[in-house]
Every structure is written in structure tokens, then in C-alpha cells.
């Protein structure tokens, strides 16, 4: 055979990785392409080596993994970046501390001026370096935010670029220093800002609100026993917080949005969000924020058909639960 293996195979290859029934064949298929010259787009070959080494790192062979990572900045020795922050991340993982951080050392810089770069912030986290991972993305912050205040005159484009690597940096930064315990310190709190800020810009760009806070009947009641406060957002009675949502959503989906659905909320889930941000959970922008975090977890999507288990969670069919709640 003398087929060709083309960049969208490649992908393909990546995507499936170590999830494949029979991953060595996908290596083989990735290896044998590059030793026979049947890369499509030679510029590829690298790709398609780190892509084989990857999945050889996912099933836990290091060393072979690591040669595949080595042949890949050999290849292409003008384009090894990331080649060689796979194999820095390989070393580290391999035990071999000093190699492993010389190599990605070497690369550091790119950080205040890449934004791809983070790359190397995933090699350091993904092998136990957390705090290095932290601290280095403390620096190119300092860098880029002390770049730009002596530089108060750049292009509009320049300006845009250091905005989107500062909030990419901080975010990342924020995640890690969450997972080490660490308290929020002034980066933290910039991330949070921003982040905020970012959220309510897509909210503005929205037709509608695509996903709806809603709270299961008994998190609906030890939500008010623990915050009254909350009386004066939400009705009184659970019955009549499942009309509003239904009705609110029959209001979204008449102005033409899509993708309608509701997150269900618990209480110790808004605890710990408010406290992670330091925020009041009682507050209209917490709840905000709180939904938006849901979303990845799962959304209930609506409407449900009539003939379904409606979406409140009552279980009764949703033509004879909270379908005739909006019309009331
Ligand atoms: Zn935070
Ligand atoms: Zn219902």
C-alpha cells in the first residue's frame, strides 16, 4: 500500500487515541507513513509523530513515547517547539527532573509573547509541577502587564493580543493555584474580574437565556431556609418557581431562542461557588455566575416532549406537570 496519510487522518488518528480498540495499529499506521515518505504535506511529519507519541504516552509507554517526541524535533528542526515541550513533559513524567525542566525551560519565554504556549503550563501541571507551572505563569504575567504599562502606545492589535493572553494566564493560573489550596491573591481576584466581565459580554450577545437556574423541590426549600434574603429573588412556593422557569422559557423559545434548557442547582454546590469567589450568594451575579458553572455538568434540555417525564424532575409527564404551568 502506498496511501497517503493526510492531515485530516492525522486528526482523526488524535481524536480516537488511546480510546481506539486497537491503538498500537493507529501508532503503527502514524509511524509507518512517516519511515515510507507517505506524509501528504511533509510539514505534517511532525504532527504525526507526536500524535503517535501521545497515544503511546496515554497507554503508559514513556520511553518509546519519548523517542517518537525526539524523532519529531529532528524531523523539523526549525518548528520544535512544541515538540520539545512534549518530550520536556515526557522527561518529567520519566523522572528525569533536570532534563525535563532544562527542556522546557529553554522555552519559557514564549510564554509572554505566545499564546499557545501554555502547552508548557499542561506539561508541568499533567506531571505533578504545579507550582512551577504557577510560578511561571506569575512571571509572563508580571511581564506582559509590566510590557504594556511601558508601552501605553501600542497598536490597537498589539493591545488585543496582550488582553487575551492576560485573561488565558490568569484563568489558568487562577484553576491551579484552586487546586492547590491557595488562597485568592491579586491575580486571582483579576481573573475572576475578567472572567465575569467576559461572561456578561456573551450573555449580551445572546438572544435569550439559553439555560435557566432551577432548583430541584427540596434544594428549592433549604436554599430559602439558608439564605432568606433569597425571598426577595424567588417566589414562595416551589410550584410557583416551576411556573416561572416554564413560563420564562415559553417567553425565550416565542422570541426565537434555541438551545433553551434549565441547570439544576444545589445548595452546597452555590455555597461553595459563592466562597471559591468571594461573592454573596445571595447576589443576582452570583447566581449568574453559578448557572454558567453548571452548564458543562449538564443541561436538561427544553421543551420535553408532552409524552416525556417533565424536566422539574417530578416525574409525572411534562403535559400534565409544568406544560400548563405557563399557562396559569
Ligand atoms: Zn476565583
Ligand atoms: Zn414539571
Given at each position: 500500500m502506498s496511501e497517503l496519510l493526510t492531515a485530516n487522518r492525522i486528526d482523526e488518528i488524535g481524536a480516537l487515541g488511546s480510546a481506539s480498540p486497537d491503538p498500537a495499529a493507529l501508532v503503527t499506521e502514524l509511524v509507518g507513513a512517516v519511515d515510507e515518505g507517505r506524509v501528504a504535506d511533509p510539514a505534517d511529519t511532525?504532527?504525526?509523530?507526536?500524535?503517535?507519541?501521545?497515544?503511546?504516552?496515554?497507554?503508559?509507554?514513556?520511553?518509546?513515547?519519548?523517542?517518537?517526541?525526539?524523532?519529531?524535533?529532528?524531523?523539523?528542526?526549525?518548528?520544535?517547539?512544541?515538540?520539545?515541550?512534549?518530550?520536556?513533559?515526557?522527561?518529567?513524567?520519566?523522572?528525569?527532573?533536570?532534563?525535563?525542566?532544562?527542556?522546557l525551560t529553554a522555552l519559557r519565554p514564549r510564554l509572554e509573547t505566545d499564546p499557545d504556549a501554555t502547552y508548557l503550563i499542561d506539561e508541568l501541571a499533567e506531571s505533578g509541577h504545579?507550582?512551577?507551572?504557577?510560578?511561571?505563569?506569575?512571571?509572563?504575567?508580571?511581564?506582559?502587564?509590566?510590557?504594556?504599562?511601558?508601552?501605553?502606545?501600542?497598536?490597537?492589535?498589539?493591545?488585543?493580543?496582550?488582553?487575551?493572553?492576560?485573561?488565558?494566564?490568569?484563568?489558568?493560573?487562577?484553576d491551579l493555584r484552586a487546586e492547590l489550596g491557595l488562597p485568592h491573591?491579586?491575580?486571582?481576584?483579576?481573573?475572576?474580574?475578567?472572567?465575569?466581565?467576559?461572561?456578561?459580554?456573551?450573555?449580551?450577545?445572546?438572544?435569550?437565556?439559553?439555560?435557566?437556574?432551577f432548583w430541584p423541590q427540596a434544594e428549592f426549600d433549604a436554599l430559602l431556609l439558608r439564605w432568606p434574603a433569597l425571598a426577595d429573588s424567588y417566589p414562595t412556593s416551589w410550584d410557583e418557581h416551576r411556573a416561572q422557569l416554564?413560563?420564562?422559557?415559553?417567553?425565550?423559545?416565542?422570541?426565537?431562542?434555541?438551545?433553551?434548557?434549565?441547570?439544576?442547582?444545589?445548595?452546597?454546590?452555590?455555597?461553595?461557588?459563592?466562597?471559591?469567589?468571594?461573592?454573596?450568594?445571595?447576589?443576582?451575579?452570583?447566581?449568574?455566575?453559578?448557572?454558567?458553572?453548571l452548564d458543562e455538568a449538564g443541561v436538561t434540555a427544553w421543551p420535553p416532549g408532552r409524552n416525556d417525564t417533565c424536566w422539574c424532575g417530578s416525574g409525572s409527564k411534562y403535559k400534565k406537570c409544568c406544560l400548563p404551568r405557563s399557562r396559569g
Open positions: 511532525g504532527y504525526a509523530l507526536l500524535v503517535a507519541a501521545d497515544i503511546l504516552k496515554q497507554a503508559g509507554d514513556l520511553a518509546d513515547a519519548l523517542a517518537l517526541a525526539s524523532r519529531a524535533i529532528a524531523e523539523q528542526p526549525d518548528e520544535d517547539a512544541y515538540a520539545r515541550a512534549v518530550r520536556g513533559g515526557l522527561l518529567l513524567r520519566l523522572g528525569r527532573a533536570d532534563e525535563g525542566i532544562g527542556e504545579t507550582e512551577t507551572a504557577v510560578e511561571w505563569l506569575t512571571g509572563a504575567l508580571d511581564a506582559i502587564l509590566e510590557r504594556t504599562r511601558s508601552q501605553p502606545h501600542e497598536s490597537e492589535d498589539a493591545q488585543d493580543a496582550a488582553a487575551a493572553m492576560i485573561y488565558g494566564l490568569a484563568q489558568r493560573r487562577h491573591d491579586e491575580y486571582d481576584n483579576l481573573a475572576d474580574r475578567l472572567r465575569a466581565a467576559s461572561n456578561h459580554a456573551l450573555d449580551a450577545l445572546d438572544d435569550g437565556p439559553a439555560t435557566l437556574l416554564e413560563r420564562a422559557l415559553v417567553d425565550a423559545s416565542g422570541l426565537g431562542g434555541a438551545d433553551l434548557g434549565v441547570v439544576a442547582g444545589s445548595v452546597d454546590g452555590l455555597a461553595v461557588f459563592a466562597q471559591e469567589a468571594g461573592s454573596d450568594p445571595t447576589d443576582e451575579e452570583t447566581l449568574d455566575g453559578y448557572a454558567d458553572s
